[in-house]
């Protein structure tokens, strides 16, 4: 085997500051916390995970874990830690927990994201799983073999599928599926105030091209990369209805969320340019440039969370839309809403593919308000419990939005009762204000990298029956909480113990876990997740060419499905009557509902019917509400405003 290249990186790069492993270790140890402020840290880790944590019964039962035991280990131990084994070993109590809600996020110094400026995915080819390099930063140098298409064989001399399996060990996925994602991410990419830092300075890396084989070696370097740690706050737009703050309304992967940040950073520069251009737009909805119309691709105002397109089949074309996250990093979740209501719109009427792979969640309202967009059934959304202690029941009374939980919290001195009762978010109406605005099949992707929000809009596309779901993995992530910062907490929580971090440091907490509806009702999220209905395994012609086998996969889903239609045009009201004009496919009788109370039914061919029904007592807030039936089932619903 011919000598080693060694991969560098040329000017240019806009990264700014950028430091070798090394030199980053040099740059965190120069100011080491104090005793009494690692003390002050590990108290309130304390706190949280005793008092609040929601999983804590079911991480011991299910990982054999004790975070409290190893934080008092910890605690007797202070003195004797260096600055680096102090921060690993708190680190690793809550990796333990194997949940990407609660987390240690280290001090300020160390606000960075480690990288090797290649992104690997798996896929399986002839039966056989293969790592390949599909993308590279446009800025390395010295070895012009390391292409993308190459497959990596070997990692620091170990076959691929062990050094995937021992990385993953180090990482924090509910599940086997979660695990294995998160730790072949972590091995080219990972922020280094969430993760355990690389423990070498660099990888060598065997890989193959065509026939030929060949070796590299990739130095670690960190850049700086400072992004917002938190969570919602006063100025954010929520939906009609809801009186929480947006802060009580987080369910996000903040790991997942910051490495698809950065992935777009290094390896999408094209989706970069192109939110500028919609950011310099003064319309609207942008015009397609040239290169768009050509992909079918739709244009959209919020590119950095969608992505919306045509996609051809053998099976025939469908709407495929991308949700990349439901963390609105502007706090507009409404104009995120608005958006994908247009979008669902525009997009072909025979099927449509919602695509939600390596979304870490975000805002629970983003996610659960979709979902009576492609539903006739009412949407219940996922109810969610505290566990019950005594701090929980002191938080719960001096925090007015937590207040409905507070009787059944008290309650549980004398009934023993692991959980508070269970309760929505929000109320139920607000996720049914819209009603379906999609009325053709629609199929879910997911992958072991949706967590959260994810996990919830998975689940409640699953447990509303609203289609099929198809994974590209055995198993979603798993994350089933809602989470809040240690900061926020502190902040609502007036008197109670929780004490300022020193440096910058930080937690997380799942401070509520939701439980599943329908046929699973009660059911957790965590650790569980959500098992897709069908499978399909990425090849490499999904991970080169734009995921093209997993749409004719998703496509032959659609093709069984039905298409409807649905629509009504609402004549001018007379004697507290109005005629409604009814345009139907495969709609065989529609009933008719004001307020609730029914006003009519039909019998539709497809066409157009005309329906006379009493409007008398309606307000200005009056709604109509149409059900469209198969036979006795309910296939179609949409809302009229009078």
Same mark, same amino acid.
């Given at each position: 085997?011919?000598? *080693?290249?060694?991969?560098?990186?040329?000017?240019?790069?806009?990264?700014?500051?950028?430091?070798?492993?090394?030199?980053?270790?040099?740059?965190?140890?120069?100011?080491?916390?104090?005793?009494?402020?690692?003390?002050? +840290?590990?108290?309130?880790?304390?706190?949280?995970?005793?008092?609040?944590?929601?999983?804590?019964?079911?991480?011991?039962?299910?990982?054999?874990?004790?975070?409290?035991?190893?934080?008092?280990?910890?605690?007797?131990?202070?003195?004797?830690? #260096?600055?680096?084994?102090?921060?690993?070993? +708190?680190?690793?109590?809550?990796?333990?927990?194997?949940?990407?809600?609660?987390?240690?996020?280290?001090?300020?110094?160390?606000?960075?994201?480690?990288?090797?400026?290649?992104?690997?995915?798996?896929?399986?080819?002839?039966?056989?799983?293969?790592?390949?390099?599909?993308?590279?930063?446009?800025?390395?140098t010295g070895d012009p073999d390391l292409v993308v298409g190459a497959e990596v064989t070997h990692w620091n001399g170990t076959p691929m599928a062990i050094a995937v399996e021992r990385n993953a060990a180090r990482e924090a996925g509910s599940n086997k599926a979660a695990s294995l994602a998160r730790g072949l991410e972590n091995m080219t990419i990972r922020p280094v105030r969430m993760s355990l830092p690389p423990d070498e300075?660099?990888?060598?890396?065997?890989?193959?091209?065509?026939?030929?084989?060949?070796?590299?070696?990739?130095?670690?370097?960190?850049?700086?990369?400072?992004?917002?740690?938190?969570?919602?706050?006063?100025?954010?737009? +929520?939906?009609?209805?809801?009186?929480?703050?947006?802060?009580?309304?987080?369910?996000?992967?903040?790991? #997942?969320?910051?490495?698809?940040?950065?992935?777009?950073?290094?390896?999408?520069?094209?989706?970069?340019?192109?939110?500028?251009?919609?950011?310099?737009?003064?319309?609207?909805?942008?015009?397609?440039?040239?290169?768009?119309?050509?992909?079918?691709?739709?244009?959209?105002?919020?590119?950095?969370?969608?992505?919306?397109?045509?996609?051809?089949?053998?099976?025939?074309?469908?709407?495929?839309?991308?949700?990349?996250?439901?963390?609105?990093?502007?706090?507009? *979740?409404?104009?995120?809403?608005?958006?994908?209501?247009?979008?669902?719109?525009?997009?072909?009427?025979?099927?449509?593919?919602?695509?939600?792979?390596?979304?870490?969640?975000?805002?629970?309202?983003?996610?659960?308000?979709?979902?009576?967009?492609?539903?006739?059934?009412?949407?219940?959304?996922?109810?969610?419990?505290? *566990?019950?202690?005594?701090?929980?029941?002191?938080?719960?009374?001096?925090?007015?939005?937590?207040? /409905?939980?507070?009787?059944?919290?008290?309650?549980?001195? #004398?009934?023993?009762?692991?959980?508070?009762?269970?309760?929505?978010?929000?109320?139920?109406?607000?996720?049914n204000s819209v009603g379906q605005l999609y009325h053709g099949p629609v199929v879910l992707i997911t992958d072991a990298l949706c967590y959260s929000a994810t996990d919830i809009f998975a689940a409640g596309f699953q447990d509303h029956a609203i289609g099929p779901v198809l994974g590209v993995d055995e198993n979603t992530g798993a994350g089933g909480a809602n989470v809040l910062t240690h900061e926020a907490l502190r902040a609502d929580w007036t008197g109670g113990p929780l004490r300022a971090l020193p440096s910058g440091a930080a937690y997380r907490v799942s401070l509520r876990r939701c439980l599943r509806v329908g046929d699973r009702f009660g059911?957790?999220?965590?650790?569980?997740?959500?098992?897709?209905?069908?499978?399909?395994?990425?090849?490499?012609?999904?991970?080169?060419?734009?995921?093209?086998?997993?749409?004719?996969?998703?496509?032959?889903?659609?093709?069984?499905?039905?298409?409807?239609? +649905?629509?009504?045009?609402?004549?001018?009201?007379?004697?507290?009557?109005?005629?409604?004009?009814?345009?139907?496919?495969?709609?065989?009788?529609? /009933?008719?509902?004001?307020?609730?109370?029914?006003?009519?039914?039909?019998?539709?061919? /497809?066409?157009?019917?005309?329906?006379?029904?009493?409007?008398?007592?309606?307000?200005?807030?009056?709604?109509?509400?149409?059900?469209?039936?198969?036979?006795?089932?309910?296939?179609?619903?949409?809302? *009229?405003?009078?």
């Amino acid at each position: 085997m011919p000598s *080693i290249n060694v991969i560098g990186m040329g000017r240019g790069h806009g990264l700014g500051a950028v430091r070798t492993m090394p030199e980053f270790r040099a740059h965190v140890e120069a100011s080491p916390l104090s005793e009494a402020q690692r003390r002050t +840290l590990v108290d309130q880790a304390e706190i949280l995970i005793e008092g609040l944590y929601v999983h804590l019964p079911l991480k011991r039962a299910m990982h054999a874990v004790d975070p409290l035991q190893s934080l008092r280990l910890l605690r007797s131990r202070l003195p004797m830690l #260096t600055e680096a084994e102090f921060h690993i070993s +708190l680190q690793r109590v809550f990796l333990g927990l194997r949940d990407l809600h609660t987390n240690y996020i280290l001090p300020d110094r160390y606000v960075g994201f480690a990288f090797l400026g290649i992104l690997v995915e798996r896929c399986v080819e002839g039966g056989r799983p293969q790592w390949i390099v599909t993308k590279t930063f446009d800025h390395l140098t010295g070895d012009p073999d390391l292409v993308v298409g190459a497959e990596v064989t070997h990692w620091n001399g170990t076959p691929m599928a062990i050094a995937v399996e021992r990385n993953a060990a180090r990482e924090a996925g509910s599940n086997k599926a979660a695990s294995l994602a998160r730790g072949l991410e972590n091995m080219t990419i990972r922020p280094v105030r969430m993760s355990l830092p690389p423990d070498e300075d660099w990888v060598d890396l065997t890989y193959r091209v065509g026939a030929a084989e060949h070796e590299t070696r990739l130095p670690w370097r960190v850049f700086e990369s400072s992004t917002d740690l938190g969570g919602g706050d006063a100025s954010a737009e +929520l939906p009609t209805g809801i009186s929480s703050p947006s802060s009580h309304l987080i369910g996000l992967d903040l790991k #997942t969320e910051l490495s698809r940040r950065v992935k777009r950073r290094l390896f999408a520069p094209s989706s970069l340019k192109e939110e500028a251009r919609v950011e310099r737009s003064a319309l609207d909805v942008p015009r397609a440039t040239k290169a768009q119309q050509e992909a079918g691709i739709v244009p959209t105002n919020r590119p950095t969370e969608l992505k919306a397109r045509t996609v051809s089949t053998a099976s025939g074309t469908f709407g495929h839309l991308r949700i990349y996250t439901f963390f609105m990093e502007d706090r507009n *979740i409404a104009a995120f809403i608005e958006e994908v209501a247009r979008l669902a719109a525009v997009l072909p009427k025979d099927g449509l593919i919602l695509d939600v792979r390596g979304n870490g969640g975000g805002f629970v309202i983003a996610s659960e308000f979709l979902l009576q967009f492609f539903t006739p059934r009412r949407v219940r959304p996922e109810p969610m419990q505290f *566990i019950n202690t005594r701090l929980t029941a002191d938080l719960c009374g001096r925090v007015a939005d937590y207040r /409905d939980w507070k009787p059944s919290i008290d309650e549980s001195i #004398t009934t023993g009762a692991p959980f508070s009762r269970a309760l929505p978010l929000y109320p139920e109406d607000v996720v049914n204000s819209v009603g379906q605005l999609y009325h053709g099949p629609v199929v879910l992707i997911t992958d072991a990298l949706c967590y959260s929000a994810t996990d919830i809009f998975a689940a409640g596309f699953q447990d509303h029956a609203i289609g099929p779901v198809l994974g590209v993995d055995e198993n979603t992530g798993a994350g089933g909480a809602n989470v809040l910062t240690h900061e926020a907490l502190r902040a609502d929580w007036t008197g109670g113990p929780l004490r300022a971090l020193p440096s910058g440091a930080a937690y997380r907490v799942s401070l509520r876990r939701c439980l599943r509806v329908g046929d699973r009702f009660g059911q957790p999220v965590e650790d569980l997740g959500v098992v897709p209905d069908e499978s399909h395994q990425l090849t490499r012609r999904d991970v080169m060419e734009d995921n093209v086998d997993l749409m004719e996969a998703a496509g032959r889903l659609l093709a069984g499905g039905t298409v409807r239609v +649905l629509g009504a045009a609402v004549g001018a009201p007379a004697n507290g009557r109005v005629t409604l004009t009814l345009q139907t496919e495969s709609i065989d009788s529609v /009933d008719v509902y004001l307020d609730g109370r029914p006003v009519g039914t039909a019998v539709t061919p /497809d066409g157009t019917t005309d329906l006379d029904v009493s409007v008398a007592g309606a307000t200005p807030d009056s709604v109509l509400r149409l059900e469209g039936f198969d036979g006795d089932d309910l296939v179609a619903s949409r809302l *009229i405003a009078l």
